[in-house]
């Protein structure tokens, strides 16, 4: 069975550039999530989806940050302009929810942002 | 301000001995914990879990337990391996958003010495 997969798993862009970030979830998931981590803090939730529906986007830390999700397979995170800071592994996780959730997210293998 | 926190960035055991990993969190609205575990080049994957019923998940050779009036849980291997090296994440979800995500903490990086 496909896991998420996310692409592209590396990318190194200059500051001010715009970057994309894609993400196909598990079949059949209804809910996606995208975090973010960094030595200093870790994961991070930036945004979450539930049914193509942006839930809680508390944790984008700045308007530059926006995330799609157009349909049930296909997921977008875009920075613009990146700025060095960004510089992080970009995650993004999917599930089943039904009402109530055991709480178990399946992540992708990642895409290793590195802004110049 | 960090809900979950791991206050131990790493952690080295020889192999054969116990790996304990703690984790302390502030939102008393957690009611489910997990573990994960992420190996480099790799996205975390799902460990072990509780719920805030239970103050105890056994699994092989991983226990999980879970402290309420200290808002502490920890993560037993018993006994560490060489291939258990990697980074542990706790997580935690609370009941009104109905487990739907995820609050980690920074991770404590386990190092299994042979």
């Known amino acids: 069975d496909a896991g998420v997969i996310q692409s592209p798993r590396h990318e190194v862009t200059e500051m001010g550039q715009e970057v994309t970030l894609r993400c196909k979830p598990i079949?059949?998931?209804?809910?996606l999530f995208w975090y973010r981590q960094t030595m200093m803090r870790g994961l991070e939730l930036l945004i979450y989806?539930?049914?193509?529906?942006?839930?809680?986007d508390s944790g984008m830390p700045e308007d530059r940050f926006s995330a799609k999700m157009p349909n049930a397979s296909f997921s977008t995170l875009k920075i613009q302009p990146s700025e060095p800071r960004d510089s992080a592994v970009y995650f993004c996780?999917?599930?089943?929810?039904?009402?109530?959730?055991?709480?178990?997210?399946?992540f992708g293998e990642g895409s290793r942002l590195t802004v110049l | 301000d960090q809900q979950v926190k791991q206050n131990s960035p790493s952690l080295s055991v020889q192999e054969g001995r116990i790996s304990i990993l703690n984790c302390d969190y502030t939102n008393s609205m957690f009611d489910y914990f997990l573990w994960y575990k992420k190996y480099p080049a790799e996205g975390p994957t799902f460990l072990i879990s509780i719920s805030s019923i239970k103050d105890k998940n056994e699994d092989g050779r991983f226990t999980v337990f879970l402290n309420k009036s200290a808002k502490h849980l920890s993560l037993h291997i018993v006994p560490s391996q060489p291939g258990d090296s990697a980074v542990y994440f706790c997580?935690?979800?609370?009941?009104?958003?109905?487990?739907?995500?995820?609050?980690f903490g920074s991770g404590t990086r386990l190092q299994v010495q042979p």
């Open positions: 989806f539930n049914n193509n529906v942006p839930i809680d």
């Open positions: 079949s059949g998931h209804n809910s």
């Open positions: 997580a935690a979800t609370p009941m009104d958003t109905g487990r739907r995500a995820l609050t």
């Open positions: 996780a999917s599930s089943l929810w039904a009402g109530r959730n055991t709480g178990e997210l399946f």
